[in-house]
């Protein structure tokens, strides 16, 4: 069983910037993925960032050059870095863990930005 928690949402000015962190526990395996999704209201839920056990990373164009992925192996969490936030920006952010067993999820954490 994994278990994911996630934390460092809330609500900020357009331009501002938020720092989410996500701890994941239980059975990990060295061989995987974390990462960040998002869903706005109305909206599906989408991609926004990923980083490989490797260290290798990937990003949704609306947030290239704004926001980063890294991870800290020996806490076993992930972050996500944002920059200069926009309205659009706003969502339920996820935590993902994924290994060959499966698709874990956090709670979500709510990230409003205001204009």
């Known amino acids: 069983q994994v278990q994911l928690v996630e934390s460092g949402g809330g609500l900020v000015q357009a331009g501002g910037s938020l720092r989410l962190s996500c701890v994941v526990s239980?059975?990990?395996?060295?061989?995987?993925?974390m990462g960040w999704y998002r869903r706005a209201p109305g909206k599906e839920r989408e991609l926004v960032a990923i980083?490989?056990?490797?260290?290798?990373?990937n990003y949704r164009n609306s947030v290239k050059g704004r926001f980063t992925i890294s991870r800290d192996n020996a806490k076993n969490t992930v972050y996500l870095e944002m920059n200069n936030l926009k309205p659009e920006d706003t969502a339920v952010y996820y935590c993902?863990?994924?290994?060959?067993?499966?698709?874990?999820w956090g709670q979500g954490t709510q990230v409003t930005v205001s204009s």
């Open positions: 239980g059975s990990l395996f060295s061989t995987d993925h």
């Open positions: 980083i490989t056990s490797g260290g290798s990373r």
């Open positions: 993902n863990y994924r290994n060959f067993r499966g698709d874990y």
